[in-house]
């Protein structure tokens, strides 16, 4: 245990936790990675979307293994996902067809 009082034991925090506080930094850096942090994202130099497309995946898997763990935690994760989903194929020069993009193998396809 650490002597510094802001500084958790990770055995301490509550799974719904752990899970919830990693799919938002997957959100984040999907984000990123989608250059909707920049006010043109088609011009972002932080554009990628093949990491993009690994960061949704992860977040996809992540938060349909953990649906039932959520609680009220799980409309917004899901929301956040698709919202991801959605700029992902609009951000493709050649989207894929429905049920073929990041994630959907998990969530099933978006639209």
């Not at 999907?30 to 130099?45: N, R, T, Y």
Request: negative net charge; hydrophobic residues 40%; aromatic residues 4%.
């Amino acid at each position: 245990m650490t002597d510094d009082p802001s500084t958790r034991e990770l055995a301490d925090i509550p799974a719904v936790e752990v899970i919830t506080r990693s799919a938002v930094m997957l959100m984040s850096a999907a984000a990123e990675k989608l250059g909707l942090s920049d006010d043109d994202p088609d011009d972002s130099p932080r554009r990628d979307l093949d990491e993009a497309r690994r960061l949704i995946t992860a977040l996809a898997g992540l938060v349909t293994a953990s649906v039932e763990y959520l609680g009220p935690h799980a409309g917004p994760l899901r929301d956040g996902l698709k919202t991801l989903q959605l700029a992902f194929r609009e951000a493709s020069a050649a989207p894929e067809e429905p049920g073929k993009g990041p994630g959907e193998k998990f969530t099933g396809p978006v639209w």
